[in-house]
């Protein structure tokens, strides 16, 4: 599976902006797609999830302003983030998994997407 995230870009804190990832290779309807942040100087982190049935799970951070969406006729996977806030400014990666397990982890994602850097400012 190959995944490319784009959709990122500069935007004033409380604007919005909608991250897509493209995967191909491969359905992934069935896969659990994840998106992760890494900003400046930090680890990477869990943002959110959707799984194969549309199960969503979301960080505390962005829990009601981001929101996780998936088109398996266009395999693509979506992240809509609102009210965003200097805090966001992250590379914004997409990942995936066949499986529901360790989802909130890293090194559990067999595929991941170059990423795409958004920056807030304030």
């Known amino acids: 599976v190959q995944l490319q995230a784009f959709g990122g870009g500069l935007v004033q804190a409380g604007g919005s902006l909608r991250l897509s990832c493209a995967a191909s290779?491969?359905?992934?309807?069935?896969?659990?797609m994840g998106w992760f942040r890494q900003a400046p100087g930090k680890e990477r982190e869990f943002v959110a999830i959707?799984?194969?049935?549309?199960?969503?799970y979301y960080a505390d951070s962005v829990k009601g302003r981001f929101s996780i969406s998936r088109d398996n006729a266009k395999n693509q996977v979506y992240l809509q983030m609102n009210s965003l806030k200097p805090e966001d400014t992250a590379v914004y990666y997409c990942?995936?998994?066949?499986?529901?397990?360790?989802?909130?982890?890293?090194?559990?994602?067999?595929?991941w997407g170059q990423g795409t850097l958004v920056t807030v400012s304030s």
């Open positions: 290779g491969r359905t992934v309807s069935t896969y659990v």
């Open positions: 959707i799984s194969g049935g549309g199960s969503t």
């Open positions: 990942a995936a998994k066949a499986t529901m397990s360790s989802i909130y982890y890293t090194n559990a994602y067999d595929f």
